[in-house]
């Protein structure tokens, strides 16, 4: 019984940098991994980052370098800090938790001009 909320998304020029924020709130005793998926027209949903409640982290090879996921268990936040950002980055990016139910927050849209 989990709801996540995403924030952060907006338009940027290639190079640049946003910070996502999802916000975990509902009924739950404690949230396992948390992480990002992003899904461009045309393409498969894919994993960009995820983290375990413990700190562990995973990136996409394509995103390695660049993208940073961080998590705040005290706020139920999990953040993620993408620089050097490329056209190919543009996607909707949603929020993953498990608890250890799979739940998925709304997205939020991310788009790099270049």
Do not use: H
Not at 56 to 66: E, F, I, L, P
Request: aromatic share 10%; charged share 15%; net charge positive.
């Amino acid at each position: 019984q989990v709801r996540l909320v995403e924030s952060g998304g907006g338009l940027v020029q290639a190079g640049g940098s946003l910070r996502l924020s999802c916000a975990a709130s509902g009924s739950f005793f404690r949230i396992n991994d948390m992480g990002w998926y992003r899904q461009a027209p045309g393409k498969q949903r894919e994993l960009v980052a995820v983290i375990t409640s413990g700190g562990m982290t995973n990136y996409a090879d394509s995103v390695k370098g660049r993208f940073t996921i961080s998590r705040d268990n005290a706020k139920n936040t999990v953040y993620l800090q993408m620089n050097s950002l490329k056209p190919e980055d543009t996607a909707v990016y949603y929020c993953n938790a498990k608890s250890p139910g799979n739940f998925w927050g709304q997205g939020t849209q991310v788009t790099v001009s270049s």
